[in-house]
């Protein structure tokens, strides 16, 4: 009824981002009602920059599968929430074009495919990263990829997620990985489908970075400049 409806789209306003994501996850439940008060709050907040409540409003609206909300995202968010544009904007728009679908695992592999192709010809070719190349990825490009992981997984996934984590625990690689459910006790999580490809994932869980050869590039990506 309209008086929930209100409640909700107050909810939508507040300076909590939980309420926000919980007034947004029963919104999208709301029928075609809560996916237009959703559309509004997406315009509404357009000047700003996007945040984890717009990302799951964005998300909401494009798995909807409904006709109306399709069209709204496309006359208005043609591609996606993050405009992108400039170097290596066409990978960039695939990655945001997954996390919006919630395919996280295609997500994630186009993750790494970006991160090499930003990391040079030999790390292209190779198709994974000597640590020494890390430091070449430009900055920017590292905070648009954790951008667009955070606000498309209610702020659960991306490098400075996993960033934060890590200096919680004193940079301790043994007690990160059971945190973020890449190890269980002596069993490193298998490839690819030990892995949670959903937001039921603890934090930090994606994106993944391969320890087959040892820490330095997760520790090279996780302490570069782009996080200071
Ligand atoms: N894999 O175990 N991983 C692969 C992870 C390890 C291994 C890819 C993450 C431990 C092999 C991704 C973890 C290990 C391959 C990840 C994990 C191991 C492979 C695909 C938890 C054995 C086949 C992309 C830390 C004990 C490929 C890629 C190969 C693949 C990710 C084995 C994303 C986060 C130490 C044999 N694993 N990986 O990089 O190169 O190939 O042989 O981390």
Redesign the pocket.
Same mark, same amino acid.
């Given at each position: 009824n309209d008086n929930a409806l209100n409640e909700l789209k107050n909810q939508l306003t507040s300076t909590s981002e939980k309420t926000q994501l919980q007034a947004i996850a029963q919104l999208s439940e709301a029928g075609e009602a809560g996916l237009e008060l959703l559309q509004g709050f997406l315009l509404e907040r357009r000047p700003a920059e996007p945040t984890v409540a717009s990302g799951k409003a964005y998300q909401v609206l494009y798995n909807a599968e409904v006709p109306s909300a399709r069209e709204f995202l496309q006359s208005h968010f043609p591609d996606g929430l993050i405009p992108l544009d400039g170097d290596g904007a066409i990978a960039f728009r695939d990655v945001q074009t997954h996390l919006a679908a919630l395919e996280f695992q295609e997500a994630?592999r186009l993750t790494?495919q970006t991160l090499c192709q930003l990391a040079g010809d030999a790390a292209q070719e190779r198709k =994974?990263l000597y640590f020494t190349e890390v430091d070449r990825i430009p900055s920017d490009a590292l905070q648009t990829l954790d951008r667009l992981w955070r606000i498309y997984s209610e702020g659960k996934f991306g490098f400075s997620v996993q960033r934060e984590i890590w200096l919680g625990v004193g940079k301790n690689w043994d007690k990160m990985?059971p945190k973020i459910g890449?190890?269980e006790g002596n069993h =490193?999580?298998?490839?690819?489908n030990g892995?949670t490809w959903d937001l039921s994932a603890p934090k930090g869980h994606l994106p993944?970075?391969?320890?087959?050869r040892g820490v330095r590039v997760i520790e090279r990506l996780l302490s570069h400049p782009a996080w200071e």
């Open positions: 994630d790494v =994974w990985w890449w190890k =490193w999580t298998r490839y690819p892995f993944l970075s391969n320890q087959l």
